[in-house]
């Protein structure tokens, strides 16, 4: 059985590596993609895949076991409300991702396939794209409003 401490530790690395990851792949992915350099894209995309696999995934998983071990530790209810809200956030979030990694991966192989090809990238990617982009809004704010709830918890 591991104390508090660790695993609040564990929990705010996390969290780091999950936003982190998460406005550091959308960055890059949106910068490079207004690009239209279909090259640029290519990598970047195979990148963000990868990230998303190690970093996100794993830590998509960790954060909300640890949170609920705390929430056991100290003696809380999953009712109180911020943690409540902070679950119904996080699954916005998580609801919002599971389709971006799907979209990511397509993007990734329209991109591979173009640079094979030596063409610009096909319309679908565009499609992509723009569901990613409005996908990734609602996320953002999931995640900024469960970061704030994790500090603050607000009575």
Avoid: N
């Avoid at 195979?46 to 003696?75: E, H, N």
């Amino acid at each position: 059985m591991m104390d508090y401490i660790t695993v609040k530790w564990l929990h705010i690395l996390a969290s780091t590596f999950l936003f982190g990851t998460g406005v550091g792949s959308a960055f890059y992915l949106l910068f490079a993609s207004i690009s239209r350099d279909v090259r640029a894209i290519a990598v970047v995309t195979r990148l963000v895949v990868l990230a998303d696999w190690i970093f996100t995934t794993t830590t998509v998983v960790i954060q909300p076991l640890t949170g609920i071990y705390m929430v056991q530790l100290g003696g809380l209810s999953m009712r109180t409300q911020w943690i409540a809200w902070s679950l119904a956030l996080y699954g916005v979030a998580v609801a919002c991702w599971l389709p971006v990694v799907w979209l990511q991966m397509r993007m990734r192989k329209l991109a591979r396939e173009a640079v094979e090809r030596k063409a610009p990238l096909a319309f679908s990617y565009w499609r992509y794209f723009w569901i990613w982009v409005l996908l990734g809004i609602p996320a953002f704010i999931a995640f900024v409003i469960v970061y704030y709830l994790m500090v603050a918890k607000p009575a």
